[in-house]
């Protein structure tokens, strides 16, 4: 069986707003392999980083990206924006179904 393609994988928006915060603030995704589609709205480079996710992106002004993220283990999970400290989120891992 071919490995799952990133295109194939449950996947959900985050976008980095022109006025400095993400959309949505909370992301609730299901426990398992997922993607992540990042929107840069904003004029300003911006990064996605998850200290416990051990996830980084960078994204240039008006740049869409994606990251994929396998986690097992419901929780919560901070996220930000490097370039603008100030700027969290919370990635919610919801038990599987």
């Known amino acids: 069986m071919a490995p799952a393609q990133a295109d194939e994988l449950p996947t ?5 707003k022109p006025d400095g915060t993400f ?6 995704v ?3 392999r997922f993607k992540i589609e990042l929107i840069n709205e904003s004029n300003e480079p911006v990064e996605f980083e998850s200290i416990p996710l051990r996830k980084e992106k960078v994204l240039g002004p ?3 990206s994606f990251v994929v993220i396998t ?13 603008h400290q100030s700027v969290k989120g919370t990635l ?3 038990p599987k179904e």
Do not use: C, H, Q, W
């Open 12 to 16: 959900f928006t985050l976008r980095f």
């Open 23 to 28: 959309e949505p603030a909370t992301l609730e």
């Open 30 to 32: 299901p426990a398992g």
């Open 62 to 64: 008006g740049v869409k």
């Open 71 to 83: 986690i097992s283990r419901p929780g919560e999970y901070p996220f930000f924006d490097d370039f």
């Open 92 to 94: 919610v891992v919801k």
